[in-house]
């Protein structure tokens, strides 16, 4: 089975979605003023910076958070004055590099975002049966080896995420860690610098009519978001245990240490499956009442990929 699949010829580089993130936030930047080690021949290569009044404060948003509002409900909304900040921002974005759904979206987005987790150089994809974006997540993965690079699929039945670069046709979320809000660490940009160069470097082999045979990689596909235990009062009276903190991708079994109480209690996982937590302790989702992420390992598999035959005619 072979996926025809058209040139790309225009790729996003988003930085500051959250404003307090500031490894894509310091990279869009430069980028914008040197783009050389992001041009690549024959692509349109735009470095963007989505929330720039929270850059400015340093703030992860201003009215409500710019990566949970690309529903078309949000996008459809009629601009009025108390319309929120990000709302406003996600429909020029949309206008853009949108419209979301339509053919003249922007082929390929990279969001480039920082968290609080000890989660690496993760890659965060939406859809298990986009044949383009799991070979570009293979090839990253192989350039980078042996350091890791896991990938996350937020593609779920009822959990919904509406982000930021799911205006393009093939979105690609870059989640790097750990680094505390408002820092910047340079091993951290370092490691989300390789994973967009790799990137592009695929972008341009598949251009110039590079074939990438079948196909499969890991990736730890979201099964249900965890909330730290509470009181009537909706307090929260646990943290993450220590012997969980840090341990991102890292398997929790039955019985394993999830939360400690202020008493000293530990509060075990009781699950009757292995599951791999991640965005442990991630201090942006205390607002969210998510204490971590859990997750299954699963196997993705894209078919055989080429330029399509009218594209390489065109080129």
């Not at 293979?138 to 930021?164: D, F, G, Q, R």
Request: aromatic share 8%; net charge negative.
């Amino acid at each position: 089975m072979s996926s025809p699949c058209a040139r790309v010829r225009r790729v996003g580089l988003f930085g500051g979605t959250h404003g307090n993130e500031l490894s894509g936030v310091l990279l869009v930047r430069h980028w914008q003023q040197d783009g050389a080690e992001i041009q690549r021949a024959g692509v349109q290569v735009e470095p963007f910076l989505t929330n720039p009044r929270a850059v400015e404060r340093c703030t992860r948003y201003i009215d409500c958070d710019l990566n949970r509002v690309f529903d078309p409900e949000s996008l459809g909304r009629p601009v009025v004055e108390d319309i929120p900040y990000e709302v406003r921002r996600a429909q020029e974005i949309n206008h853009i590099f949108g419209p979301k759904g339509s053919d003249d979206a922007y082929d390929l987005i990279f969001d480039l975002h920082n968290t609080t987790s000890n989660m690496g150089g993760t890659i965060i994809l939406e859809n298990s049966r986009d044949d383009f974006t799991i070979q570009m997540v293979h090839y990253i993965k192989n350039a980078l080896a042996p350091e890791p690079c896991p990938a996350l699929l937020i593609e779920h039945p009822s959990l919904k995420y509406a982000t930021t670069r799911s205006v393009a046709k093939h979105p690609v979320g870059v989640e790097v860690g750990p680094q505390p809000q408002g820092v910047a660490r340079a091993d951290v940009l370092d490691k989300m610098r390789k994973i967009v160069k790799h990137g592009l470097d695929f972008v341009q082999l598949f251009n110039e009519g590079k074939e990438f045979p079948p196909c499969t990689i890991e990736v730890f596909k979201i099964m249900e978001k965890v909330d730290y235990p509470r009181n009537k009062n909706g307090e929260i009276i646990a943290i993450i245990h220590p012997k969980l903190q840090d341990q991102d991708w890292q398997p929790l079994k039955n019985g394993d240490p999830q939360f400690l109480t202020l008493d000293g209690e530990v509060i075990p996982y009781q699950g009757n499956c292995t599951v791999y937590p991640t965005f442990i302790n991630e201090a942006a989702y205390y607002e969210k009442k998510q204490a971590f992420v859990k997750t299954e390992k699963i196997k993705l598999t894209a078919n055989h990929l080429r330029l399509s035959v009218s594209e390489h005619s065109t080129s």
